[in-house]
């Protein structure tokens, strides 16, 4: 069976259920009347003060993305900076790569480095940021994402890299008077790689469904 360019899972940016955020937010058609969320002023921004508010939140969350970038690069130099990176998720966060899915914060880093320490460096870029507001306190993510990952300790020009789609969704969490936005679900899509992946990919024990378990089959 041939694999699809983009796999079809459950997200709302997700092709096609993205195809609805695009005729919404960014091409209306003649006519559409944009639905009114009265609980969520991020949803639908009306007053000046909303649409600061919106670019404001926006924002905090791209910075959340640039972070999970980098702090994933620098667990190159040292590991422990894993618990960070793994900090950016909710308690309860899922997250989905290629070789599996880890349920939950515990676990989280040492399970990621499983994955990571084969390579000496890495570089995590991603772009084309859409980022929509379901409520005041959950958004959801997608980027174009490629990742160079270097296969060899002395010779930069010998890497592994891949690219495709991250699909997030975000939860705000409240600590006292401050809020944090922190990945509640993270699904990555490969659509290409190049190079030799060292068994990036590979299934491994323990863990649960991966990437598989999310794709919608036909009926």
């Not at 992946?197 to 863990?207: I, M, P, Q, T, V």
């Amino acid at each position: 069976m041939t694999r699809p360019a983009l796999l079809p899972f459950d997200h709302p940016l997700v092709f096609p259920n993205s195809l609805q955020h695009q005729s919404v937010a960014v091409n209306p058609q003649p006519g559409y009347s944009k639905p009114v969320s009265p609980t969520s002023s991020l949803v639908s921004p009306k007053t000046v003060e909303d649409k600061i508010s919106y670019l404001y939140e926006h924002q905090r969350i791209i910075d959340l993305l640039n972070e999970y970038c980098y702090t994933l690069d620098a667990t190159s130099v040292d590991t422990s900076i894993s618990e960070i990176w793994s900090s950016l998720f909710t308690e309860d966060g899922e997250a989905t790569y290629p070789f599996g899915t880890h349920k939950g914060r515990k676990g989280l880093a040492e399970w990621g480095m499983t994955a990571e320490t084969r390579f000496y460096r890495m570089q995590h870029l991603q772009s084309n940021f859409t980022v929509t507001f379901e409520s005041n306190d959950v958004a959801h993510g997608r980027t174009a994402c490629i990742c160079t990952h270097g296969s060899d300790e002395n010779d930069l020009s010998k890497h592994f890299m891949v690219g495709g789609y991250y699909y997030f969704t975000f939860r705000r969490v409240h600590d006292g008077s401050e809020n944090y936005w922190k990945i509640s679900r993270l699904i990555l899509d490969t659509n290409w790689e190049s190079g030799a992946s060292l068994g990036l990919f590979e299934k491994r024990e323990g863990n649960h469904e991966g990437l598989d378990h999310h794709v919608k089959r036909p009926a």
